[in-house]
């Protein structure tokens, strides 16, 4: 429970990092990121160059693997819980990336139709994270 929040951290700090957090929870969950999802999902690229690659180039601009981190946490954001109160917000991105790494299905995704479609549903990370 404990990496899954580093995880959340990661991914919710790739946008604006809040002052409740301090940078050494930050720099393992990254580390984490590196170690386990780097190998699909780049960290973070301009929203403008991922629209024109996945909507106008069908993906062949980039050849991406899986939608990048910071897409995935613009998606989070816009669609779960509430902008005004952080802490909801990240218990729900907790909720929802714990159980997506473990039981990935493509029809739980938030992201957008135009995206997802170039992809197959992620394998599970069930076990290959430990609890450290
Ligand atoms: C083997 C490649 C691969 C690895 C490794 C991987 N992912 Fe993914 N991931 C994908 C692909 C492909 C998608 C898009 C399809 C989907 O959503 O299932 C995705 C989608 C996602 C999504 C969005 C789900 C949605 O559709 O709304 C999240 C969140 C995510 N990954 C988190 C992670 C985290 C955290 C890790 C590391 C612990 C990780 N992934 C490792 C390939 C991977």
């Known amino acids: 429970m404990k990496i899954l929040f580093l995880i959340i951290l990661l991914i919710s700090s790739l946008f604006a990092l809040p002052e409740e957090f301090d940078k050494e929870r930050y720099n393992l969950g990254e580390k984490i990121f590196e170690n386990k999802c780097s190998q ?34 613009f998606r989070l954001k816009q669609q779960l819980g509430n902008k005004d109160d952080i802490e909801f917000h990240l218990m729900e991105t907790a909720d929802f990336v714990n159980d997506y790494i473990n039981n990935p299905d493509k029809a739980k995704t938030i992201c957008l139709p135009g995206v997802i479609r170039h992809f197959d549903t992620m394998p599970s990370m069930k076990g290959k994270i430990s609890d450290e």
């Open 40 to 73: 699909c999902h780049v960290k973070s690229m301009p929203i403008p160059l991922l629209m024109k690659n996945f909507i106008e180039e069908d993906n062949k601009l980039l050849n991406l693997k899986a939608p990048t981190g910071n897409e995935i946490s």
